[in-house]
C-alpha cells in the first residue's frame, strides 16, 4: 500500500514539473499582451464586443427567470440556506456556458479566424494565409487591412 503511494505521489510531481517546465499557462496572458500591443487587431475585437455582450446579458436575464427560483429551491433543500448563494453560482455559470457556445459558433467564428489571419500577415507570415485567403496587395499596412476574402470554407465543429 505504501508503494503505491509513492508511486502516485511521484507521478503527481512529475506531472507538476512537466507542466511548470512547459509554460504552457502563460499563453493566454501572451496573448492579452499582444492584442494590447497590436492596435490594429482593436478594430475586429471591439466590433464583435457589444453583440457578444448584448447576447451574455440577454441570456443571463433569461436564465435567472426561468431557472434560479427552481434551483434555489433545490439547492436548499440540499444545502440549506446556502442554496440560495450557490444557485446564483450556478445559474451564471450556465449562461456562461450558454453565451461561449452560442457566441463562438454564430458571432465570432470568422472574427477568430480574422484575428488569428490579421496576426500571421502581421508577424510576416503572408505566404501562409495566402493559401487560404485572398491578400490585398499593395498595402501600406499589415494586419487587418491586408486580409481579402477567404478562399477555402472554414470547417465546421
Known sequence: MDAIVKSR????????????VAGTYV????????????PNLYGMVTSRLLPTMALGLIITTVMFFFTYVPQAALLTLL??????IN?????LSESATVTMMLARNFTLKE????????T?????????????RELKAGRE??????LGKNLIKLPER
Do not use: C, M, W
Request: net charge negative.
Open 141 to 146: 499596412s499589415k494586419g487587418a487591412s491586408a
Open 27 to 38: 499563453y493566454p496572458l501572451k496573448g492579452v499582451y499582444y492584442l494590447l500591443t497590436h
Open 111 to 118: 472574427t477568430l479566424v480574422d484575428i488569428f489571419d490579421a
Open 9 to 20: 505521489i511521484n507521478h503527481v510531481v512529475q506531472v507538476s514539473r512537466e507542466i511548470i
Open 120 to 132: 500571421l500577415v502581421s508577424e510576416g507570415e503572408d505566404n501562409l494565409v495566402s493559401k487560404g
Open 87 to 91: 444557485a446564483v453560482s450556478l445559474v
Open 79 to 84: 444545502n440549506g440556506p446556502f442554496g440560495v
